[in-house]
């Protein structure tokens, strides 16, 4: 009588047994491809960041260079003003 009643349970308990196998294999499939994916967003941020560095190490070489360029032109102006003010003391 009890083999009679697990013999009536059997599709059951093969069901209970897929539906928790399964279970658990899609949970370590979630698991997975979240970090596969978290992974690949990874990659992609640091080359974006990488990017963003090399423009701005550009950026700063393009001003250091304009830079430069001002204290040239300071420079002759500070020149510029010094002849012109030996000349007019000349004058006076």
């Not at 978290?38 to 393009?62: F, I, P, S």
């Not at 304009?66 to 002759?76: H, R």
């Amino acid at each position: 009588m009890v083999e009679a009643d697990m013999a009536e349970h059997a599709g059951t308990f093969f069901l209970l047994s897929t539906l928790t196998l399964v279970t658990i294999l899609s949970i370590f499939s979630m698991k997975y491809f979240s970090a596969a994916r978290r992974a690949r967003l990874r990659g992609a941020n640091d080359e974006a960041y990488r990017a963003l560095a090399e423009k701005a190490a550009a950026a700063q070489a393009a001003s250091a260079t304009a830079l430069a360029g001002l204290e040239a032109d300071l420079s002759e102006m500070k020149a510029r003003v010094a002849a012109m003010e030996r000349v007019l003391k000349e004058v006076e």
